[in-house]
């Protein structure tokens, strides 16, 4: 693909500055139109259909447009890489692709959370960010279907990765010790979402949030302690939304094995499978430099270098 940046695109100090405070930043106009026409085009043959009566997604995949050219191009793009890379302030490795879409006035989506699934494998402390690529347009005053984010500097889901993840793993193990039978999957998943969607907190987090329009080619960046939350497709002329999601973390992260395990906690004690075994896969060995998995083979085109 000749071209996967928008040609005109250029980062600003401003762009720089927001990314900074709030810990994300809408980028307009940075992919090119081929590369979204080509992504929106084949996305659905690598989403897997979902129960009829699930009512978060309509379809999801994992780990998808591992072996695509236009991907590779986009990954292997200087002012790709550099916009990233300057955002983050630091070189990155691209870890996974991703695919979610919801039906309108069906699919409500995720609620509020942060990357508990998603950067579950890494060290809490390690540096990790997702870039959001809407499929469709998403217009916040009449039909919505997009993304709602709160500032990091004022309120920053850090707290989730230093402090309750663990605690509620070091909870959940004690009490299996204990008494198995008494652990109740219900329960656990209730745990697991319940802190970021209480009543006092999720007021909070509504009062807070920003929620942005996107066109076509445009971006939204956000790091891992940003807390977000899927906003509903309503009625209108979108049958269906689908988004594309690259996730990447700091060159330097590491494996935290005893992360990864705690995510395995629904499978081993009630038969429950994650949502994607990606944590599973990506190494065996604590401390392991991410980059250096055997997962991802010859990692050289997943490393984006900080100019």
């Known amino acids: 693909m000749n071209e996967t940046i928008n040609n005109n695109f250029r980062l600003t100090d401003y ?15 940075f992919l090119s139109i081929a590369l979204i026409a080509h992504i929106k085009d084949s996305i659905t043959e690598h ?11 309509k379809r999801v995949g994992y780990d998808i447009f591992e072996q695509d050219q236009a991907i590779k191009s986009l990954l292997a793009d200087d002012r790709f890489s550099g916009t990233l890379t300057t955002l ?7 870890t996974q692709g991703l695919g979610f879409q919801i039906e309108k006035e069906k699919h409500t989506g995720f609620p509020w959370h942060i990357g508990t699934q998603s950067f579950g494998y890494q060290r809490g402390e390690d540096f990790g960010c997702s870039m ?14 997009g993304m709602s984010y709160v500032p990091e500097h004022i309120i920053s889901g850090k707290f989730m990765y230093t402090d309750i993840d663990p605690a509620i793993d070091q909870m959940m ?12 999957l219900e329960d656990y998943i209730e745990l697991r979402h319940s802190i970021l969607n209480s009543p006092a ?10 929620t942005d329009s996107f066109n076509l080619g445009d971006v939204l960046l ?18 269906t939304r689908t988004a594309f999601v690259m996730r990447f973390v700091d060159i330097d992260s590491r494996y935290d094995e005893t ?5 395995d906690f629904p499978m081993t004690y009630f038969g429950h499978p994650p949502s994607s075994d990606f944590h599973a896969k990506v190494s065996e060995k604590d401390g392991e430099l991410i980059r250096e998995s055997k997962l991802f083979g010859d990692n050289g085109g997943r490393i984006l270098t900080k100019p």
């Open 201 to 210: 907190l999720s007021a909070l987090l509504e009062y807070y949030k920003h």
């Open 259 to 263: 992360r990864a395990r705690g995510l």
């Open 222 to 239: 956000f790091n891992k302690n940003v807390i977000h939350v899927s906003e509903p497709l309503l009625e209108g002329e979108i049958a």
């Open 15 to 29: 762009d720089v500055a927001q990314f900074n405070k709030n810990g994300f930043v809408v980028l307009r106009s």
């Open 88 to 94: 983050a302030n630091r070189s990155l490795f691209y």
């Open 173 to 184: 193990r004690e009490l299996a010790e204990m008494d198995r039978d008494s652990l109740d």
């Open 47 to 57: 989403l897997r259909l979902l129960d009829e009566n699930q009512t978060g997604f």
């Open 132 to 145: 959001w690529v809407p499929l469709a347009k998403i217009d916040t005053e009449r039909q919505g279907g």
